[in-house]
C-alpha cells in the first residue's frame, strides 16, 4: 500500500513537480473529453470500458516488468479502493456531464480538499489543519464561487439531481483515497493503479450492461469525436493522470494532492475557451488568481500529524 512520506526516502523535487503539473492540467481537460465522450456513448459503459483498457495495458506492463499478479489480500484493497475512486467518484461524473456542462462539474469538484480535512479529522486520519491550510481550503471555496456565479446566473445548475451526483462523487473520491492509506496494497504504484482501474472498470462495465446501456452501442451511433475523447481519457486521464495520482499520495500529504481540485476548474474552463470556443470574461481572470493563491496557500502549510 502507498506508504506515508516520513517512511520512506524524499522523491526528487522535479518528479513531484511533473506529477502535479500531470494532476492540474491533464485532469482539467478531461472533464472537457468527458463531455465529448457521453455525446455519443452511455456514460457508465464509457468510463467502464476506459478504466478496463487503461488498467490491462498497466498490468500487463508491471508484470512485463517482473511485479507480481497481486494477492488476494492486494486484490481486497484495490477492488475497495476502486469501487470508491472509480465506480462511484468517475460512474457518477460521467453521469452528469449528460446534464450539466463540464466547467460546472470541474467546479463542483472543488470540494474535494474540504471533505479530505474533515474526513481526516473525523476518522482521526490527521492532526488539526494548519491555519493556513484552513484559510486555502476557504479561500479555495471563494475562488470557485467567482466561477460559479455567472454559470448560476445563467441556469446551468438548473439540474440539481446532476450536480448532486458530482458532488456524491467528492464524498465517494475523499473516502476512496482515505481508504487508500489503510488497505492493503501493492508496493508498486503502477500496479496498484493497474489492479484498482481493472476492479472499478470491471464493476462499471456490470452496472452500464444491468441498466441497459449495451444497446446504446451496439447501434452504431458512437461519434468519431467520442471515440477520440474515449480514447485521451484511457491515455492522458487514466494511465498517465491517474497513476500520478496514487503515486503522489503515497509520497506528499493529502491536502497538497487534492490541491488538483482547485487548478482543475480553471483549466477547464481555459480549455473550454480554446477548444471549444467559449468565452472568458473577467470573473474567470479574478478567479484564477485566487485559486491559484489558495493552492499556494495549501502547499505552503506545514505538514503535520498522521495524513503525512
Do not use: C
Amino acid at each position: 500500500m502507498p506508504h506515508a512520506a516520513g517512511e520512506r526516502a524524499s522523491p526528487p523535487r522535479a518528479l513531484v513537480v511533473a506529477a502535479f503539473a500531470i494532476l492540474y492540467v491533464v485532469w482539467g481537460s478531461t472533464y472537457l473529453a468527458i463531455r465529448y465522450a457521453v455525446e455519443t456513448m452511455p456514460p457508465l459503459l464509457m468510463a467502464g470500458t476506459r478504466f478496463l483498457a487503461a488498467g490491462a495495458v498497466l498490468y500487463a506492463w508491471a508484470v512485463a516488468r517482473g511485479r507480481r499478479l497481486g494477492s488476494a489480500a492486494e486484490w481486497r484493497g484495490a477492488t475497495l479502493a476502486g469501487l470508491l475512486l472509480i465506480s462511484a467518484a468517475y460512474g457518477l461524473v460521467s453521469w452528469a456531464e449528460q446534464r450539466i456542462s463540464s466547467g460546472l462539474a470541474a467546479l463542483l469538484v472543488a470540494s474535494v480538499p474540504a471533505w479530505m480535512l474533515i474526513l481526516e479529522r473525523v476518522t482521526g486520519e490527521g492532526e488539526r489543519p494548519a491555519p493556513l491550510a484552513i484559510a486555502g481550503v476557504v479561500l479555495g471555496f471563494v475562488g470557485q464561487y467567482i466561477l460559479l456565479r455567472p454559470e448560476l446566473a445563467r441556469g446551468a445548475s438548473g439540474d440539481l439531481l446532476a450536480a448532486g451526483a458530482v458532488l456524491l462523487s467528492n464524498v465517494a473520491w475523499a473516502v476512496g483515497s482515505l481508504a487508500s492509506r489503510r488497505v492493503k496494497l501493492p508496493d508498486s504504484p503502477l500496479l496498484n493503479t493497474a489492479m484498482q482501474m481493472l476492479a472499478g472498470g470491471a464493476v462499471l462495465v456490470a452496472l452500464g450492461l444491468a441498466v441497459g446501456e449495451g444497446p446504446r452501442v451496439a447501434g452504431g451511433a458512437v461519434s468519431a469525436r467520442s471515440i477520440a475523447a474515449w480514447a485521451y481519457l484511457v491515455v492522458a486521464g487514466s494511465m498517465l493522470a491517474y497513476t500520478a495520482y496514487v503515486w503522489l499520495l503515497g509520497v506528499t500529504t493529502t491536502a497538497r494532492v487534492t490541491t488538483y481540485a482547485y487548478v482543475n476548474p480553471v483549466v477547464a474552463v481555459l480549455v473550454g475557451w480554446l477548444v471549444g470556443g467559449e468565452a472568458v470574461g473577467a470573473h474567470t481572470v479574478v478567479a484564477t488568481v485566487v485559486i491559484l493563491a489558495a493552492v499556494l496557500m495549501i502547499n505552503l502549510a506545514p505538514a503535520r500529524g498522521a495524513s503525512r
